[in-house]
């Protein structure tokens, strides 16, 4: 005789069929964020100001971009080789430097910072020298100071807290072929001084080089991963490898901390990006970088930190002539993202007092400003 199930067990079968359900069902349609939220509101961006010239001014081609406290905007242009102050409605209020080598004078103004009080803070790369001048509207040079070391060329520098880090890249050697170069490195200064302790090591893009009668031809392989670098406002470098989402911070004492982690599906490169990619290449270099051509696209392009300490990453584009590219602002404490579509030629610069400030170029070619609001 039979005997019948008791309703307990009966009861416990179907939750665990439904649980063995639930668990199946859906898996193709929502990847696994590792934890994290996508918000469904996501961030609205509003364009407060794009600026290309005005009746007193026209840029020639921006390098850099800070931003003081009150919004003025401290612009690298570098083909006229100083530096521009924009009032917040986007008018010139200053020049800073001329072209030259001397005092206040530049080759190649290259990376702006801005830092507490407001003291603005350009590198030159040409001349490896870090100049400082003033608060704007006032601004004057303060000091100059050259910086050499054993280590590499200084390629970059920033103002992280109230001290400096730089970046260093060893020197160039005659290499023919594909390889990856000798990772860069990240140091501390102490005014002129260089720590010999590294903070971080860059992984730099594979590069193929082949020398003839005709020179040197170069270039980087396409879609290749890469270390992304970008100074926090808690006096942390932030810094991960492009090949997947993992963030990492780094103090000055060297002290390293995971901060981001989320899981990303590849996403497979198509033939008509490949095409696109290698199109413009020097047939002597070109079979190197199509056999080592990747299968799939860098997990994310570009990284900055917002003063509020939220990660914006870019995401990879969709397609050769795509006209957006998907950012992702990712917050650590709610590991929550959030998405914004902003044009694909759009470079973000600096975060700030909820404002995003970026660069791009106008319908007819031209470098502008972009500012936009931050509405949540």
């Known amino acids: 005789m039979t005997r019948p199930c008791p309703r307990s067990l009966v009861f416990a079968f179907y939750c665990v069929l439904g649980l063995l359900l639930a668990g199946c069902g859906g898996s193709d349609d929502a990847p696994s964020l590792g934890g994290w ?38 612009v690298a242009d570098r083909e006229a080789t100083h530096l521009k102050v924009l009032r917040p409605d986007g008018t010139l209020l200053d020049t800073l430097g001329r072209p030259g080598q001397g005092p206040g004078e530049f080759q190649d103004p290259s990376i702006v910072d801005v830092a507490r009080g407001d003291s603005v803070y350009v590198f030159d790369n040409q001349l490896n020298r870090l100049t400082v001048f003033t608060p704007p509207p006032s601004a004057e040079r303060a000091r100059s100071v050259v910086i050499t070391s054993d280590i590499g060329h200084l390629s970059g520098i920033r103002v992280l807290g109230d001290r400096f880090v730089g970046e260093f890249t060893p020197g160039f050697t005659r290499r023919e072929g594909l390889y990856r170069p000798t990772p860069n490195t990240w140091h501390a200064l102490d005014g002129t001084t260089v720590s010999d302790d590294s903070l971080l090591r860059v992984q730099r893009r594979k590069v193929a080089t082949s020398f003839g009668d005709e020179g040197a031809a170069i270039a980087y392989l396409p879609f290749g991963r ?89 995401r990879p584009p969709e397609g050769p002539d795509a006209e957006t590219t998907s950012w992702w602002v990712l917050s650590p404490e709610e590991k929550t993202i959030s998405e914004v579509q902003l044009d694909a030629d759009m470079d973000l610069e600096v975060i700030q007092d909820r404002h995003v400030y970026g660069t791009t170029t106008t319908d007819v070619g031209a470098p502008a400003v972009v500012r936009y609001r931050i509405d949540s």
């Open 226 to 314: 890469v270390t992304k670098v970008a100074p926090g406002p808690n006096g942390r470098l932030y810094h991960g490898v492009t090949d997947s989402l993992q963030i990492q911070a780094t103090s000055l004492d060297g002290t390293t901390e995971s901060v981001v982690r989320i899981p990303a599906d590849p996403v497979p490169i198509t033939e008509a990006e490949r095409d696109s990619a290698l199109a413009d290449i020097p047939s002597a270099i070109r079979g190197p970088l199509e056999s080592d051509f990747p299968d799939t696209k860098p997990a994310f392009t570009d990284l900055l930190v917002a003063d509020t300490g939220h990660l914006w990453v870019r």
């Open 37 to 74: 939220t996508l918000r469904e509101d996501g961030l609205t961006l509003t364009q407060e100001l794009q600026v290309s010239e005005t009746e007193n001014y026209f840029l020639g081609s921006v390098q850099d971009l800070g931003v003081t406290t009150d919004g003025h905007m401290v």
